[in-house]
T-cell receptor, first 110, second 112 residues
Framework: KAGVTQTPRYLIKTRGQQVTLSCSPISGHRSVSWYQQTPGQGLQFLFEYFSETQRNKGNFPGRFSGRQFSNSRSEMNVSTLELGDSALYLC?????????FGPGTRLTVL | AQSVTQPDIHITVSEGASLELRCNYSYGATPYLFWYVQSPGQGLQLLLKYFSGDTLVQGIKGFEAEFKRSQSSFNLRKPSVHWSDAAEYFCAVGAGNNDMRFGAGTRLTVKP
């Protein structure tokens, strides 16, 4: 089976712009979770989607949003980008309480 | 809520030496426990997991971990470290339903 794929792998944006990141889960996995990873804060949970519904949400501002499609693919959107949003964004799909991670999208905000 | 502590931020070991990475968790019930490894700029790869049963769990790449309920620990071990094991290691605890908490990570350096 193919693993979790994330696109794009690298992204450079400027402050105030918005960005959309995409995640395709492992075939058969219906849950997709998103994490932000930074050197200072480590791995922080953003949100989780299951069957197109947000099931869990972390402590991030409303500028961070997501959605899941009927084929389980997920997107996350960050609006009005800030310098502090520069991070590695990781997506994980899960089956039976085990999460499998994609390679991440490296977002740089200038 | 569950939480994870990895007491060691950075560990250096010589190639061929044994390795133990510490992980302590806090959770009221029997937790789901995981170890992941991350190479620079990459995603996290699952090394092993514990849900129930035998408290000594075997994983990939020659790693194992032991669940000790009395010590609230889930330490990762490897008898002989290879240079390719240099990476960052994350312990995680789950409560089911994909509600997971990750430790801050331990960076492993392997000396030749």
């Amino acid at each position: 089976k193919a693993g979790v794929t994330q696109t794009p792998r690298y992204l450079i944006k400027t402050r105030g712009q918005q960005v959309t990141l995409s995640c395709s889960p492992i075939s058969g996995h219906r849950s997709v979770s998103w994490y932000q990873q930074t050197p200072g804060q480590g791995l922080q949970f953003l949100f989780e989607y299951f069957s197109e519904t947000q099931r869990n949400k972390g402590n991030f501002p409303g500028r961070f949003s997501g959605r899941q499609f009927s084929n389980s693919r997920s997107e996350m959107n960050v609006s009005t980008l800030e310098l502090g949003d520069s991070a590695l964004y990781l997506c994980a799909s899960s089956l039976q309480d085990t999460q499998y991670f994609g390679p991440g999208t490296r977002l740089t905000v200038l | 809520a569950q939480s994870v502590t990895q007491p060691d931020i950075h560990i250096t070991v010589s190639e061929g030496a044994s390795l133990e990475l510490r992980c302590n968790y806090s959770y009221g019930a029997t937790p789901y426990l995981f170890w992941y490894v991350q190479s620079p700029g990459q995603g996290l790869q699952l090394l092993l997991k514990y849900f129930s049963g035998d408290t000594l769990v075997q994983g990939i790449k020659g790693f194992e971990a032991e669940f000790k309920r009395s010590q609230s620990s889930f330490n990762l071990r490897k008898p002989s470290v290879h240079w390719s094991d240099a990476a960052e290691y994350f312990c995680a605890v789950g409560a089911g339903n994909n509600d997971m908490r990750f430790g801050a990570g331990t960076r492993l350096t392997v000396k030749p």
